[in-house]
């Protein structure tokens, strides 16, 4: 039973482009929300975050939009380089309920085109 | 400042034998984890632990144990591996509010 949902496995987008990636979740406990980077061999790293409380959070190129009626949110890169290409991983936790244990989705692969 | 470490980086067991994969954390967290990846499946949580001395399962726990040694070190065993826990495992802490993990550099395991 997955709770957090990426469709779409993988995205090409040319280089100066936005990238956009989806993530719905069903769990309405969830109030809080990451997006993970990983290159091949390496962990995943953080990226951005968002809270229940906000409805968009942005740093640098990477923006989080959430909608929290529709249990969904979209992480924008613009310009999109050729050093984002990686997978792309939602994750959403229920802090206030505390539980910090993260679910994850399946993951985005995301190719920049040069 | 090594953040999470994690031993072997990789490992090819027969199936039937043991080992553990070995995880330890310099950030002083509470919170450790351990995560198998699956191409298609994305990260799935096979064990949890809040502090030192206490575990919990999570979605995939079959097939293993763990061990919180103490509050640095957090070790996954699996007791007769089989084929279908092929896999890369990665060892996780989190900040005290679970605002954020950091992930070790994972173990590439393969079972024949």
């Known amino acids: 039973d997955q709770q957090v949902k990426q469709n779409s496995p993988s995205l090409s987008v040319q280089e100066g482009r936005i990238s956009i990636l989806n993530c719905d979740y069903t769990?309405?406990?969830?109030?809080?929300f990451l997006w993970y980077k990983k290159y091949p061999a390496e962990g995943p790293t953080f990226l951005i975050s968002?809270?229940?409380?906000?409805d968009k959070n942005e740093d640098g190129r990477f923006t989080v939009f959430l909608n929290k009626s529709a249990k969904h949110l979209s992480l924008h890169i613009v310009p999109s380089q050729p050093g984002d290409s990686a997978v792309y991983f939602c994750?959403?936790?229920?802090?206030?309920?505390?539980?910090?244990?993260?679910?994850f989705g399946k993951g985005n692969q995301v190719v920049v085109i040069p | 400042n090594a953040g999470v470490t994690q031993t072997p980086k990789f490992q090819v067991l027969k199936t039937g034998q043991s080992m553990t994969l070995q995880c330890a954390q310099d950030?002083?967290?509470?919170?450790m984890y351990w995560y198998r990846q699956d191409p298609g499946m994305g990260l799935r949580l096979i064990y949890y632990s809040a502090s030192e001395g206490t575990t919990d399962k999570g979605e995939v726990p079959n097939g293993y144990n763990v061990s919180r040694l103490n509050k640095r070190e957090f070790s996954l065993r699996l007791e007769s591996a089989a084929p279908s826990q092929t896999s890369v495992y990665f060892c996780a802490t989190s900040t005290p509010r679970g605002t954020e993990a950091f992930f070790g550099q994972g173990t590439r395991l393969t079972v024949v």
């Open positions: 769990n309405s406990m969830f109030d809080y």
């Open positions: 968002i809270s229940s409380i906000k």
């Open positions: 994750a959403a936790s229920g802090l206030r309920r505390g539980n910090n244990r993260l679910a």
């Open positions: 950030m002083n967290h509470n919170s």
